[in-house]
């Protein structure tokens, strides 16, 4: 799979080759519309919108839960650079910066958000289920998901690559979808998410051949080539959320201003025991 699913027509062969039904009512959802964001749109709709483009933004999680998110990321453990050797709470990240006598980047809770009831109302939310589906013409297989904070820190080329702040493209399955939500708010300098619109189609066939090496190639090459207007940076208040194709080529951002708390989880076709950010 990791070799064959680099090229975008074993992708869509594979999805096409699917026979998912979507349901005909979907009663309740973690999502609500507000204002200023994109109506709840229909599954079919959404999926439609990632076809093209790959992404489709305009989802907002209600409030409640929200809260409940930011309540577990306060009060458990986080691990520095996702080291299960250094937890610490967020709230005393000066502290383990000091012991390391270095800054910390980002910091994840591994396996905990799993625990978190707020996570799995969102996990199995029918609306996002139905939304993945759709797009995968699977009946969409839970395969991982994350939070995690990113700090304002110097980076090097290193460090950038390493966290995925650089382009790339993620190839966990034949084709798997990446539901995204911002915890905090984030705005242009608050590391937000980037990505070229309709890279999930659109790559060059040198690029399909070398899959996740694309995260080798700098970045403003990676524009020149696809085109300055396909950048699309996603910025807007705490419980905005997002859903694309991973292959689509994306990155995260440093923080500049303020620290990051982002939720991510994704589906695919079949469960694969691998894993790419």
Known sequence: MSWLARF????????????????????ET????????????????????????GYYVGFSLRPSIVQELITFAETTPCYANRDPALPFYVGNRAKMEQ?????????????????????????????LLAVASQYLNHPAVYLRGEVAWGFPAPNTLADKIKTARVYHCDINDFKTVKFFFYLTEVGAEDGPHVYMKGTHRNRRFGHQRIGQGCAAI??????EIYGRDRVQVVTGEAGLGFVG?????????????????????????????????
């Open 218 to 223: 700098a970045d403003e090459t990676l524009v």
């Open 99 to 127: 012991t390391l006598g270095m800054p910390v980047l980002l910091a994840g809770y591994l396996d905990a958000h799993e625990d978190c009831e707020a996570y799995q109302k969102i996990r199995h939310d029918p609306y």
């Open 30 to 53: 973690v999502i609500h519309a507000v204002e200023g964001a994109c109506p709840v749109a229909s599954p079919s709709q959404v999926a439609k919108l990632m076809q093209s483009d």
């Open 8 to 27: 975008v027509v074993v992708r869509e062969w594979v999805a096409d080759c699917g026979s998912y039904q979507p349901p005909a009512v979907i009663e």
């Open 245 to 277: 194709d991973p292959y689509c080529l994306h990155k995260g951002t440093v923080p500049l201003n303020n620290s990051r708390l982002l939720l991510q989880l994704e589906f695919g076709i079949v469960p694969y025991r691998i894993w790419y950010y």
